[in-house]
């Protein structure tokens, strides 16, 4: 909901050159399909957000309700996108992040309520303009480990000199409570310097606070519901 900068195009070639000495990026004619290619990307992540942005003005003038807490964008670095195509073992080329890649654009949106990520998430996925390319719903199927969020992939006209171009953004959308999970259980995941039975107990717990955090966030939204007129006591 706030300004952020546009993407840095000459940082973006340095990096690109950096990498390309170890001989694992992309040669010079691609670097310039890069840069136009996360442009094409950034403007994709834009649209979804001033769609989200809308809604949310929408919900307040209609319910005095703000269902977004707030908004955060982001387009993947370059040394993750290069991380990520030689993890799956593909070719740093501009056409395998295209057919490969459905988070180079990413929104994370964090609402107040789970009923509010619901609604967003269905609105948004309405809008005749874009397409759901792919929806995991680990909110109603948490993950082993505790994890809970809704991850939907929308693919979003970006119209160029030369035409439409759908993007992919992936979004995602969870209450405060799921993000406050989620930002710790990130924390200790890149802890790999800890004994690996303090890791376990770490994770343990962890699994324990996502049911206990569940449970707080249905009896808050049920206080919500009530004072608001909806209908409680609905999990769905
Ligand atoms: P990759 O993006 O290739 O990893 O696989 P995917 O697209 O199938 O993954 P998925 O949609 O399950 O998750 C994508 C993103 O969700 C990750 O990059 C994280 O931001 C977030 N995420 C998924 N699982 C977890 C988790 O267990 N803990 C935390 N903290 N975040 C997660
Ligand atoms: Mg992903």
Same mark, same amino acid.
């Given at each position: #909901?706030?300004?952020?900068?546009?993407?840095?195009?000459?940082?973006?070639?340095?990096?690109?050159?950096?990498?390309?000495?170890?001989?694992?990026? &992309?040669?010079?004619?691609?670097?310039?399909?890069?840069?136009?290619?996360?442009?094409?990307?950034?403007?994709?992540?834009?649209?979804?957000?001033?769609?989200?942005?809308?809604?949310?003005?929408? &919900?307040?003038?209609? &319910?005095?309700?703000?269902?977004?807490?707030?908004?955060?964008?982001?387009?993947?670095?370059?040394?993750?996108?290069?991380?990520?195509?030689?993890?799956?073992?593909?070719?740093?080329?501009?056409?395998?992040?295209?057919?490969?890649?459905?988070?180079?654009?990413?929104?994370?949106?964090?609402?107040?309520?789970?009923?509010?990520?619901?609604?967003?998430?269905?609105?948004?996925?309405?809008?005749?303009?874009?397409?759901?390319?792919?929806?995991?719903?680990?909110?109603?199927?948490?993950?082993?480990?505790?994890?809970?969020?809704?991850?939907?992939?929308?693919?979003?006209?970006?119209?160029?000199?030369?035409?439409?171009?759908?993007?992919?953004?992936?979004?995602? &959308?969870?209450?405060?409570?799921?993000?406050?999970?989620?930002?710790?259980?990130?924390? #200790?995941?890149?802890?790999?310097?800890?004994?690996?039975?303090?890791?376990?107990?770490?994770?343990?717990?962890?699994?324990?606070?996502?049911?206990?955090?569940?449970?707080?966030?249905?009896?808050?939204?049920?206080?919500?519901?009530?004072?608001?007129?909806?209908?409680?006591?609905?999990?769905?």
């Amino acid at each position: #909901l706030d300004r952020h900068d546009r993407i840095n195009t000459a940082e973006m070639q340095a990096r690109l050159e950096a990498a390309n000495a170890n001989r694992t990026s &992309f040669n010079g004619d691609e670097i310039s399909e890069f840069v136009d290619l996360m442009q094409v990307y950034e403007g994709a992540m834009y649209e979804i957000s001033t769609k989200l942005d809308v809604l949310d003005s929408e &919900f307040q003038v209609r &319910f005095e309700h703000n269902p977004i807490h707030h908004l955060e964008r982001r387009l993947k670095s370059v040394d993750s996108i290069l991380e990520k195509l030689g993890r799956k073992e593909l070719p740093p080329t501009t056409q395998s992040i295209k057919d490969n890649l459905f988070d180079v654009a990413g929104i994370r949106v964090i609402c107040n309520y789970r009923d509010d990520v619901y609604s967003v998430s269905n609105y948004l996925s309405a809008q005749s303009d874009i397409q759901v390319l792919r929806v995991k719903d680990y909110i109603k199927n948490p993950k082993q480990n505790g994890y809970r969020s809704l991850h939907v992939i929308y693919a979003v006209p970006v119209f160029l000199s030369s035409g439409a171009h759908y993007t992919p953004v992936e979004v995602q &959308f969870r209450t405060i409570a799921m993000d406050y999970w989620a930002s710790l259980e990130h924390a #200790l995941r890149y802890k790999t310097d800890l004994p690996d039975a303090r890791l376990n107990e770490h994770s343990q717990t962890l699994l324990d606070c996502a049911r206990s955090l569940q449970n707080v966030e249905a009896q808050m939204q049920n206080i919500h519901r009530d004072i608001n007129g909806a209908p409680q006591g609905d999990e769905a």
